[in-house]
């Protein structure tokens, strides 16, 4: 696994060992950012179940503004911390929390690009998108860009809707926006 673009690129991060964590492959990354090309500079982004750091990573390697990593796994969390050590991202900042608990203890940030990259097939991305839509933590041209498995389905709450999907394998790469008013 490595950073694929930016400033960074070619910078190799550590994986977390074991089958817990799932990081999300080069190829389907690549993709990711492909379709969000200039909403990633200068943004303020959130990586929930960030496992090694990956997309957060790639998003400042890419030009955005701040990141806030979360992750509740204590190996994934020293493997996160080993990898901002070598991308030297003073940027970024990792809290130590539950997805979920991080929502509830900061209903007033807001972002501009949301990554959902949570284990498959538990609905975890449908719960974490009722926490973000009350109140809405996407700025209004910001993007929620979730991953979940080819066959799960999403349920979506106002104000946001989804805009594109697209499949790579086992893999569904949802991206939902706010409604357009």
Do not use: H
């Not at 550590?14 to 492909?34: E, L, W, Y």
């Not at 943004?43 to 179940?49: I, K």
């Not at 997309?55 to 509740?72: N, Q, T």
């Not at 972002?111 to 974490?128: E, H, K, M, S, W």
């Amino acid at each position: 696994m490595r950073i694929i673009a930016g400033e960074m690129r070619g910078r190799k991060l550590k994986t977390v060992s074991g089958m817990d964590t799932r990081p999300t492959a080069d190829k389907v990354k690549g993709a990711i950012f492909n379709v969000l090309r200039e909403k990633v500079a200068n943004a303020r982004v959130l990586d929930l179940f960030a496992g090694t750091g990956n997309l957060a990573l790639e998003a400042l390697s890419r030009g955005a503004r701040e990141v806030e990593i979360v992750e509740k796994a204590y190996l994934a969390q020293k493997v996160i911390q080993e990898n901002l050590k070598l991308t030297g991202e003073a940027q970024a900042q990792l809290f130590s929390l539950d997805a979920f608990e991080f929502l509830k203890q900061y209903p007033e940030k807001m972002f501009d690009l949301i990554f959902l990259d949570p284990p498959y097939r538990q609905g975890l991305v449908t719960r974490a998108l009722s926490m973000l839509s009350e109140p809405c933590r996407l700025t209004l041209a910001g993007v929620i860009v979730a991953e979940t498995a080819s066959e799960e389905d999403l349920q979506v709450f106002e104000p946001f809707e989804i805009r594109k999907t697209s499949e790579y394998g086992n893999t569904k790469i949802w991206y939902i926006q706010r409604c357009m008013e």
